[in-house]
């Protein structure tokens, strides 16, 4: 039961981004093999498996709601839940974690929380 906050992930355009100013982006990875956290305007969940550093996250489902602002939010929340559906591998090192997608290529940068 770890608790992650996202800092940066791969955007549409496949560069890394910062989360936006005034957004919540967050994960926890259940022992049991459940995903869920915020995306940034909607809730998601979705179940993973993985071993070593290998990781799969399954179809993830989201709330539907809409949010007007930040400006990109809703960009920004398909980019991420993208990212997350990309995932291939992953790392954990000195309080953060990275996801990478099959190329190794990376897509999402984590730091633990508290919580």
Known sequence: DTA???????????????VLDGTEVTARFFADGR????????NYRANYTGDDHSIHVGPVA???????????VMEQERAY?????A???YKVDAGDLTLY???GELIVKCERTAD
Do not use: V
């Open 4 to 18: 992650w906050r996202i800092t940066a992930y791969q955007t549409q355009d496949r560069r890394l981004a910062p």
């Open 35 to 42: 995903l869920a956290g915020k995306a940034g305007c909607n």
């Open 62 to 72: 989201t709330t539907r709601m809409l949010c007007p602002a930040p400006p990109g």
């Open 81 to 85: 839940i993208g990212a997350l559906a």
């Open 87 to 89: 995932a291939s591998t």
């Open 101 to 103: 997608a099959e190329d």
